[in-house]
């Protein structure tokens, strides 16, 4: 069965560093997203992507954070500053159309530690 | 906006009991309801969903869910679980966009343990 991979399942950056987090979304999937997930609280969608645009972010989602698709494979998730309320996991999903019946398919995630 | 409450952060049952996992949600608008499982190292799956029609949703592995308008309510059952059923139960809701999937709204999630 296809899956959404992510890399690293872990990493550790310093405050202050530039992290990028990556995934590989279905080959066929046209819309992407990204989820987080701070320790003990809820998942809390921060973007959504679309024919190499954004087209939905929420709040979260501010000046530090980006998101690139630079080869048609990839899909990045940059965090040009990292503070130490960016530790969480981070989860990517992609989903062949915005029809309910096609659904996410999310990746395994990335635990993002910053110390 | 739509939240989404799950009461139980943790529910401990022993193998072939049953269980419930408690979720509601508030909207002011149509909402679709999911349950997502996680299991440990791997990402999110979906579970089951309810988009319209019968309340009462099932799925392949003997979950079912029933979605309660009056009582704002999307609760998980199984009526015998499996050790292989230990993971992490996320209730969500999307917006109704009319058959367009709007964004996830996640509960905190319930970790199921299920004991021999």
């Known amino acids: 069965e296809p899956e959404v991979t992510q890399t690293p399942s872990h990493q550790v950056t310093q405050m202050g560093q530039e992290v990028i987090l990556r995934c590989v979304p279905i080959s066929n999937h046209l819309y992407f997203y990204w989820y987080r997930q701070i320790l003990g609280q809820k998942v809390e969608f921060l973007v959504s992507f679309y024919n190499n645009e954004i087209s939905e972010k929420s709040e979260i989602f501010d000046d530090q954070f980006s998101v690139e698709r630079p080869d048609g494979s990839n899909f990045t998730l940059k965090i040009r500053s990292t503070k130490l309320e960016d530790s969480a996991m981070y989860f990517c999903?992609?989903?062949?159309?915005?029809?309910?019946?096609?659904?996410?398919?999310f990746g395994s995630g990335t635990r993002l530690t910053v110390v | 906006a739509q939240s989404v409450t799950q009461l139980d952060s943790q529910v401990p049952v022993f193998e072939e009991a049953p269980v419930e996992l408690r979720c509601n949600y508030s909207s002011s608008v149509s909402v679709y309801l999911f349950w997502y499982v996680q299991y440990p190292n791997q990402g999110l799956q979906l579970l089951l969903k309810y988009l319209s029609g019968s309340t009462l949703v099932e799925s392949i592995n003997g979950f079912e869910a029933e979605f309660n308008k009056s009582q704002t309510s999307f609760h998980l059952r199984k009526p015998s679980v499996h050790i292989s059923d230990t993971a992490e139960y996320f209730c969500a809701v999307s917006k109704n966009y009319g058959g367009s999937q709007g964004n996830l709204i996640f509960g905190k999630g319930t970790k199921l343990s299920v004991k021999p």
């Open positions: 999903a992609s989903s062949y159309r915005q029809a309910l019946n096609y659904g996410y398919t």
